[in-house]
C-alpha cells in the first residue's frame, strides 16, 4: 500500500487554495488537521468492519515463565485480536479466548488440570486507565518462549507527531486521500471566516466522502463465503 508523505499532503493543499506564501495555518495546526482527517478516515473503515483490509497487522508476542499476564500491543484498536497462534516448529495451534459467565471456573480448572503443555487459551482483563488492558494466558506459561507466540491483531491507525519534518508517511488508505486532502483543506479555509471557497471545499468534502463509505460498503465480505480452516490434525491431542 502506498502512502503519502506529510510535505506532500501540505503541498497539494497549499497549491490548491493558493496558500503558498501565507501563514494563517501553522505547521502543527496543519499537522493536527492531518490527524483529525485519519482518525476520520479510520472510523469509516471501522463502522462497516473491514479493518483487516487496512489495519492489519502482526507481532510476536514473547512470554515470561511463571508469569501470567501481559500488556496488550501498543497500537491495537480496541484489543481486537484476529488470531492467536502458538508455533514451536513442530506444532501449531490456535490459541482460542475464553470468554462468558464461567470464565473464572475455566480458567480455575485448566491452571489446575492442563489438557496440554502446549494447548494455552486466553482472555482479556480491562483494568483501571493506570494498569491498563491485559492479557491472561491460560494455564500459565511453564516456561519462557519469544518466538512461539504470534499475535495478528487491528492495529490503530498511526497519527504523525506535531513536530513533524513533512517526511513523515500519513496513515490513509491511498483510495481515501483524496477524502482527506478534502476534509484538510475544509479545515484550513475555516481559519478564514468567509472565505469564497469555503462552501465549495465542504460540498467536495461531502463528496469524497460518500465515495469512501461506497468503496467501503462494496468491500464488505459476504460473511458466508469462507470455507473453516480444519486445525483438527494439530488439535487432537488437546
Same mark, same amino acid.
Given at each position: 500500500?502506498?502512502?503519502?508523505? /506529510?510535505?506532500?499532503?501540505?503541498?497539494?493543499?497549499?497549491?490548491?487554495?493558493?496558500?503558498?506564501?501565507?501563514?494563517i495555518?501553522?505547521?502543527?495546526?496543519?499537522?493536527?488537521?492531518?490527524?483529525?482527517a485519519?482518525?476520520?478516515v479510520?472510523?469509516?473503515?471501522?463502522? /462497516?468492519?473491514?479493518?483487516?483490509?487496512?489495519?492489519?497487522?502482526?507481532?510476536?508476542?514473547?512470554?515470561?515463565?511463571?508469569?501470567?499476564?501481559?500488556?496488550?500491543?501498543?497500537?491495537?484498536?480496541?484489543?481486537?485480536?484476529?488470531?492467536?497462534?502458538?508455533?514451536?516448529?513442530?506444532?501449531?495451534?490456535?490459541?482460542?479466548?475464553?470468554?462468558?459467565?464461567?470464565?473464572?471456573?475455566?480458567?480455575?480448572?485448566?491452571?489446575?488440570?492442563?489438557?496440554?503443555?502446549?494447548?494455552?487459551?486466553?482472555?482479556?482483563?480491562?483494568?483501571?486507565?493506570?494498569?491498563?488492558?491485559?492479557?491472561?494466558?491460560?494455564p500459565?506459561p511453564?516456561?519462557?518462549?519469544?518466538?512461539?507466540?504470534?499475535?495478528y491483531?487491528?492495529?490503530?491507525?498511526?497519527?504523525?507527531?506535531?513536530?513533524?519534518?513533512?517526511?513523515g508517511l500519513?496513515?490513509?488508505?491511498?483510495?481515501?486521500?483524496q477524502?482527506?486532502?478534502?476534509?484538510?483543506?475544509?479545515?484550513?479555509?475555516?481559519?478564514?471566516?468567509?472565505?469564497?471557497?469555503?462552501?465549495?471545499?465542504?460540498?467536495?468534502?461531502?463528496?469524497?466522502?460518500?465515495?469512501?463509505?461506497?468503496?467501503?460498503?462494496?468491500?464488505?465480505?459476504?460473511?458466508?463465503?469462507?470455507?473453516?480452516?480444519? /486445525?483438527?490434525?494439530?488439535?487432537?491431542?488437546?
Amino acid at each position: 500500500m502506498a502512502y503519502w508523505t /506529510l510535505s506532500e499532503v501540505q503541498s497539494k493543499v497549499d497549491k490548491d487554495l493558493d496558500l503558498e506564501n501565507e501563514t494563517i495555518v501553522q505547521d502543527e495546526e496543519f499537522v493536527s488537521y492531518v490527524n483529525d482527517a485519519i482518525r476520520d478516515v479510520a472510523a469509516e473503515i471501522s463502522k /462497516l468492519g473491514v479493518e483487516d483490509l487496512y489495519y492489519h497487522t502482526k507481532a510476536l508476542f514473547p512470554i515470561t515463565q511463571n508469569v501470567a499476564e501481559y500488556a496488550m500491543p501498543a497500537d491495537i484498536f480496541k484489543n481486537k485480536i484476529v488470531e492467536f497462534v502458538y508455533d514451536d516448529g513442530t506444532e501449531i495451534r490456535r490459541i482460542k479466548r475464553l470468554r462468558g459467565r464461567d470464565l473464572y471456573t475455566k480458567m480455575q480448572a485448566l491452571e489446575k488440570y492442563p489438557t496440554s503443555t502446549r494447548a494455552y487459551f486466553y482472555a482479556i482483563f480491562n483494568y483501571k486507565p493506570s494498569i491498563g488492558d491485559k492479557l491472561r494466558l491460560i494455564p500459565t506459561p511453564v516456561s519462557s518462549s519469544s518466538t512461539n507466540f504470534t499475535m495478528y491483531y487491528i492495529r490503530q491507525a498511526e497519527e504523525l507527531a506535531l513536530d513533524n519534518d513533512g517526511t513523515g508517511l500519513v496513515d490513509c488508505p491511498e483510495e481515501f486521500i483524496q477524502f482527506l486532502l478534502a476534509f484538510v483543506k475544509v479545515k484550513c479555509l475555516l481559519k478564514e471566516p468567509g472565505h469564497p471557497l469555503t462552501q465549495i471545499a465542504m460540498a467536495d468534502e461531502d463528496r469524497c466522502r460518500k465515495l469512501m463509505v461506497q468503496t467501503l460498503t462494496d468491500q464488505v465480505q459476504d460473511s458466508d463465503n469462507t470455507i473453516p480452516l480444519d /486445525l483438527s490434525h494439530y488439535e487432537e491431542s488437546t
